[in-house]
Each structure stands twice: as structure tokens, then as C-alpha cells.
């Protein structure tokens, strides 16, 4: 709850807005953007590489998006599935939107597609018991390789 209620703290309230309006992308771990939409790696992830793909308009459900924004948005979804594969070799994903605060939405009001990578017995109960994740991986180092990753299959979308 504490990283729930924090989301909205500035005036602006939303993260995804403020990597929407650019600043620092490698700090903000923007992967890439197209003309409607970006990819961001999720800075509370449930597993490494779980990442968020997002209309740049501030929009809350998929019936408020055009044809166009819905179609980049699952091409982008498709496209990380690709980096992340060729990456860090999950063994599934869960992909899918929590649509309003009493469906598990941190950010109900810019709506967002997680993907999550997922291996055979990930699951643990750290989240439940200590309000501590268990990441292998550095955000950081993880981003630097999935837009290497998103270079050499010559994704069409705009890397910062």
C-alpha cells in the first residue's frame, strides 16, 4: 500500500505521464517508444523484466483508445515478449491489465498492459509476509540489455 499510495503524490501524479514527457529514460527505465506508446521497465516488479506497455495519452480503459493506439500497443506487447525471450529465457508470461483500483490498478487512471516473465516455481511468499520482492537482477544492468536486446532484432520503435 505504501507504494500504491505514494503514486500519486506530485501534482502531476502520474509516472507514466512524466516518461511520457521524456527527462531521463535510462533513469526512468523507459525501453522505447513508438508514436503512441512506450514501454517502461516496472520499477516494483513482480519478477525481473516485468515491464509495462502504455498509451503516451493519459487514458484509463481500452475503450477509450483509437484503432491505432490499441494496434501499437499489443504490436509493442508482442515485440517485448520477443526482448525478453531473447534475453532472459522465461519460461511464460503473464500478460494482462488490472482496469480500476478494486481490480489491483496502482495507476487507475493511465491505463497500462503488465508483462510478466515467469519461470517454473517463481512464486514466493516474501510479497505477503516481509513487503519485500526477491529480484535477481539490477534494474539497471536488466535495461541495458533488453534495449541491446530490442537493437539486434530491429524493433521499429524509437530507442532514446
Same mark, same amino acid.
Given at each position: 500500500m505504501e507504494y500504491i499510495d505514494g503514486l500519486a503524490v506530485a501534482d502531476d501524479g502520474c509516472f507514466l505521464c512524466r516518461c511520457r514527457d521524456g527527462g531521463d529514460d535510462v533513469r526512468d527505465l523507459v525501453l522505447w517508444r513508438g508514436p503512441r506508446v512506450l514501454v517502461v521497465l516496472n520499477r516494483f516488479p513482480y519478477t525481473g523484466g516485468h515491464s509495462l506497455v502504455a498509451p503516451l495519452e493519459h487514458l484509463a480503459a481500452p475503450t477509450d483508445l483509437d484503432d491505432s493506439t490499441l494496434l501499437e500497443m499489443f504490436q509493442m506487447v508482442r515485440d517485448l515478449q520477443r526482448v525478453l525471450e531473447?534475453? /532472459?529465457?522465461?519460461? !511464460?508470461? *503473464? /500478460?494482462?491489465? *488490472?482496469?480500476?483500483?478494486c481490480a489491483g490498478a496502482g495507476l487507475p487512471d493511465h491505463l497500462h498492459v503488465h508483462v510478466v516473465p515467469r519461470?517454473? !516455481?517463481?512464486? *514466493?511468499?516474501?510479497? %505477503?509476509l516481509g513487503e $519485500?520482492? %526477491? /529480484?535477481p537482477v539490477a534494474l539497471a544492468k536488466l535495461h541495458a540489455?533488453?534495449?541491446? $536486446?530490442a !537493437?539486434?532484432? *530491429?524493433?521499429?520503435w524509437q530507442m532514446p
Open positions: 531473447k534475453t /532472459i529465457r522465461p519460461q !511464460g508470461f *503473464n /500478460i494482462g491489465m *488490472n482496469l480500476g483500483h519461470w517454473s !516455481g517463481d512464486t *514466493n511468499f516474501m510479497p %505477503v $519485500a520482492t %526477491v /529480484i540489455q533488453l534495449r541491446q $536486446a !537493437g539486434e532484432l *530491429n524493433l521499429p
